[in-house]
């Protein structure tokens, strides 16, 4: 529970610093705090939904107020916050790898084999900033060229359940999970590491097939006088 508080209150925080930023948009104290607790709360609904189990955020009192706090503090403190974008860049990468780990390891106690648990895990891990994207109307971040993101999280992931495979305890694979998030994900933004754009091919390869032409018989020979 309480690595689910924090990830929430981590995710609200930042949730509501980056919606405060959009002074354009004129939204108010309601508004910047419904964008912070959604950010907080994505991760998580979507994991439970994809587990069919009830949201874990209704099943507690904390969750709730921790994101309702976060989220405000992180509209109040704007200003602040704004000036430490690299203390902003490793809170973000501690929520992609804390969702990560807590996904990964709800859905291997649920049963689930190694892939499906690595989908659940990473999608849980970037819930949050895909809802936060859509509630203010700009591009999702996820779906574009920049900083490996949804890498990060299919790296942890995968890590926590080959760890496991392996036999490690779960709480150190998921330690190890969070801290390989968090490193790739930092790597990713101070050297500018990104996925190649798509391009379309201009020219598609031909196949070119070589008939074999037969050859024509060979002429039986003209008899001569001496035959």
């Keep these: 529970m309480w690595a689910d508080l924090l990830a929430i209150g981590i995710g609200s925080l930042q949730g509501a610093t980056f919606a405060a930023q959009f ?3 004129r939204l108010d104290l309601l508004g910047v705090a419904i964008i ?3 950010t907080g709360f994505g991760g998580g609904l979507l994991r439970d939904i994809l587990l069919g189990e009830v949201p874990k955020a ?4 904390w969750y709730l107020p921790v994101a309702v706090g976060a989220a405000l503090g992180g509209m109040l403190l704007e200003r602040l916050f704004s000036r430490l974008q690299k203390v902003i860049t ?3 990468a501690l929520t992609l790898g804390l969702f990560g780990a807590i996904g990964t390891t709800a859905a291997l106690s649920a049963g689930l084999p190694a892939i499906p648990a690595i989908f659940v895990g990473s999608l849980s891990a970037v819930g949050g900033s895909i809802l936060r994207d859509m509630l203010l109307s700009v591009p999702v971040a996820l779906m574009h060229v920049g900083s490996l993101y949804a890498v990060a999280a299919l790296v942890g992931t995968t890590t926590l359940v080959v760890l496991v495979a392996l036999g490690v305890t779960i ?3 998921a330690v190890v ?4 998030t968090v490193t790739v994900r930092i790597l990713a933004v101070l050297f500018h590491w990104s996925l190649p754009e798509q391009r379309r091919l ?3 390869p031909r196949l070119v097939i070589r008939r074999r032409s037969r050859s024509a018989p060979t002429p039986a020979p ?3 006088a001496d035959a």
């Design 23 to 25: 002074r354009d948009r």
């Design 36 to 38: 912070g607790i959604a």
């Design 58 to 61: 209704l099943l507690s009192n």
């Design 90 to 92: 490793v809170l973000d």
């Design 171 to 173: 709480t150190v694979a």
């Design 177 to 180: 999970c969070v801290a390989l």
């Design 202 to 204: 201009e020219r598609l």
């Design 222 to 224: 003209t008899p001569t």
